[in-house]
């Protein structure tokens, strides 16, 4: 769902404040708590504010399909993103959640933390597609074949490395080898050769 742009916020049109908790996005949220289709919500520029942060948060401790989520340029402040947290905190599918332009700043200790939940929650989903889905992926079949070229190109460097010392030990060992006839030779009472 894209509604990006589109001035939903916690005020009707007129300024006047709306009956309901957060409006339109109070709406929107309630009835994407029960979803099992939509994968991805963006209401970046909406200035949803905290009473929009609060629906959002709602909707995510129940909803286990959205992925992406997008609240760019919404006024959310450091009260929304600990409520973020929060949700993020209960919620195992969302794995991206974008809040550029926000009152709240990247180097929040919130925004840090909800990074770090959103980088678990995408590990644990490429974990479960692997395991669900073993003939896709494609990575594992590589990896080996890379070990081994990888593996073939040491062994060369090493015994091109080990070339010149295996080339003078076997002159020594032909030079011992030849002294070795000589004296053998010698002890018959042959000729030398």
Known sequence: IWLTNNEISDESSDGIAKTTSAGAVGYLMSALEGNRTVL???LGGNKIGTKGVASVCNMLRVNSVITDLGLEDNE????GARMLLDAVGQNT???????TGNVVGNDSPHIKSINELLKR???VAKLLFEAEHPELVTHKLRRPEKEKEKERKRTSRSSRSRGGEGRKDGDRRRRRGGEQRRSDSKREGRPSS
């Open 76 to 79: 959310i402040c450091d009260d």
């Open 121 to 123: 929650n995408r590990e």
């Open 40 to 42: 991805e919500v963006y």
């Open 93 to 99: 599918t969302l794995q991206t959640l974008k809040m």
